[in-house]
């Protein structure tokens, strides 16, 4: 299969496995557009950001796939998984209930996103790499 990068995703964040790396950018994207669709009041519905989160844990489910294919144990990268999954919902839970607004959740997101991919899947795709050769 063939996947291609737009650019949205900056190269220091690209972790040099093409399948993530595209899922990685469509997940800036998303955000990217939410941001744009939140300009001002906020958006009319949450439907997107619930949406965003269930990309989110389809993309981990990918991660998962990929190291189970190689054999890598996924556990420690499961477990941060889930317990950024709980996080980003429990914060989107704060949205809905007003205590906090769409544009603190999205500034979130995006920092949290970029910390997981340079301190989560970088070293994950370094193993992936070892494993394959």
Request: charged residues 30%.
């Amino acid at each position: 299969m063939e996947y291609t990068l737009t650019g949205l995703l900056p190269t220091a964040l690209l972790i040099d496995l093409p399948e993530i790396d595209v899922q990685h950018e469509e997940i800036f994207r998303r955000i990217e557009m939410l941001k744009t669709s939140s300009f001002g009041n906020g958006p009319a519905s949450l439907d997107e950001f619930h949406s965003l989160l269930d990309y989110l844990e389809w993309h981990f489910a990918s991660e998962e796939r990929v190291a189970r294919q190689l054999g890598i144990d996924f556990a420690d990268h499961a477990r941060v998984h889930d317990d950024n999954l709980r996080t980003l919902r429990k914060a989107l839970a704060a949205v809905h209930d007003g205590s906090r607004d769409v544009h603190s959740f999205l500034r979130y997101t995006e920092y949290w996103f970029e910390r997981h991919i340079i301190d989560e899947d970088k070293p994950f795709a370094a193993r992936l790499r070892e494993c394959a050769t």
